[in-house]
């Protein structure tokens, strides 16, 4: 099988999977320890996990902590909800259903709107009483790169706290400021079931989630040494490869977008991660398309929004309508794609959709 949908999820690296190991059990058998227990196998546990914070740290601003979560969508939540309920929150069109779903249920909120090449202008503008911002800095769906400087200065000039969803951008290219920012290991070769919030020093919370009090008072419960090691190891590589992975992502851009040529790019070719390459054709029945071509993987959308048959509402929002939107798939490269795969697939898509008469 050929796997292109790495916005959905990333192949477990190596490294990952090797620092895991040793806090699922250990060779000698005392890797398992409570990180919040106070005897050696709890401090070992717990000197694990604050190494590892250390290296996810480093791909963030300075000036900040990194609070864990058990994902992007729970930090999300704990950005959203614990940063207050007084006045309205601002999240563009295109935003994840985490952001866009909590957002309404945490009380007022407007939405912002983003032009046919899927950038959120931030000059446009806010309610009077906004008190948060949410704009992501790469686009799930389409790539496509946010000003998410502008953002976080016009955040700045309301008095405003301003929120990036830097799940697809984290490890990937440099993040950008902000006060909060949303990640999930899995998207850059860690495991799943882990994620991050970093709060900026001077950002105040509410405590979102009772118990024990760990992690700053803010997200109570036990935390996974195995699964934090995981995604320190694979922050700490994503560090050192990232130019490295960047220019091999590059390289599959160019050939891919020359294997589909004839197909109309969604968003902007430009202001886009090129490991993102969501295309269209007109007519293209998506579902036939993936049932005659399953040894490639690749989606019809964003894998959260998956089978609920409706248009994706991020390419609604840059203008396709119903039909165009349903036409599109989304193929996603990186760090363990090769050449090959990327050629291989190209010729299945393509000759299955002549067979469909396009």
Known sequence: ???????????????????????????????????????RMGRMAAAAIEAARDKI???????GKVIFTGGATEALNLAIRGSGNGGSVSYSAIEHSAV?????????????NVGHDGQCDASQDLPPNTRLIAVMQINNEIGVIQPTVEWH????????LYLCDAVQAYGKVEVTGADMIAVSAHKLHGPKGIGALWVRDGVELNEMQTGGGQEYGLRSGT???ALIAGFGAAAELANERMAEDAAH??????????????WTLNGSAEARWHGNLNIRRDGLDVARLMSDVRDVMFSAG????????????VLKAIGLSDAEAKSSIRLGFGRYTTLEEI??????INVAAKEQGL
């Open 57 to 63: 740290a480093a791909l963030f601003p300075p000036g």
């Open 343 to 348: 050629e291989i697939a190209a010729n299945k």
């Open 153 to 160: 200065r016009r955040a700045k000039e309301a008095n405003a």
């Open 302 to 313: 964003s894998a959260c929004a998956s089978g609920s048959g409706r248009p994706s509402h």
């Open 249 to 262: 992502v590059e390289a599959l851009w160019v050939r891919a977008r020359e294997l589909f040529a004839d």
């Open 223 to 225: 935390l996974s040494p």
């Open 1 to 39: 099988m050929i796997y292109l949908d790495y916005q959905a999820t990333n192949p477990l690296a190596p490294e990952t999977r090797d620092a895991m190991l040793r806090w699922l059990d250990g060779p000698d058998g005392t890797g398992f320890g409570n990180p919040h227990s106070a005897h």
């Open 100 to 112: 866009g779903d909590t957002a309404q249920a945490a009380g007022k909120s407007h939405i912002l």
